[in-house]
């Protein structure tokens, strides 16, 4: 989550990646960056482009691309929103499966 002062850095950054990376030509205007009430953004932004094909040029281009070794960016059709929005945001710890070793068979 990024304020207002680095919101302009962030997305000249994405605009620089999808350049580099795609060779796709993004306006700043078409970003959106939902802020909550503390003016800092909410961990994701909405990006606006001119047709299916440049989205999942974008999408294939960026989703998983490393900024530095703490920030990887993901990206996520708007179709797909609706499955993430109702994911519980309470961590819950995995349980721990027993350790057995693997059988192995040979075949010749």
């Not at 950054?13 to 959106?32: P, T």
């Not at 909550?36 to 281009?61: C, I, N």
């Amino acid at each position: 989550m990024v304020g207002p002062d680095r919101a302009d850095k962030l997305i000249g950054a994405i605009i620089k990646a999808a350049q580099n990376q795609a060779g796709l030509r993004v306006s700043r205007d078409a970003f959106e960056m939902p802020q909550g009430e503390d003016e800092k953004s909410k961990g994701y932004l909405f990006v606006t482009l001119s047709s299916t094909q440049e989205a999942v040029v974008f999408q294939r281009a960026l989703h998983g691309y490393a900024f530095d070794k703490r920030h990887t960016f993901s990206v996520v059709p708007f179709s797909d929103v609706d499955r993430y929005d109702g994911l519980d945001e309470t961590w819950v710890e995995p349980a721990v499966e027993d350790w057995a070793p693997k059988v192995r068979t040979a075949f010749y």
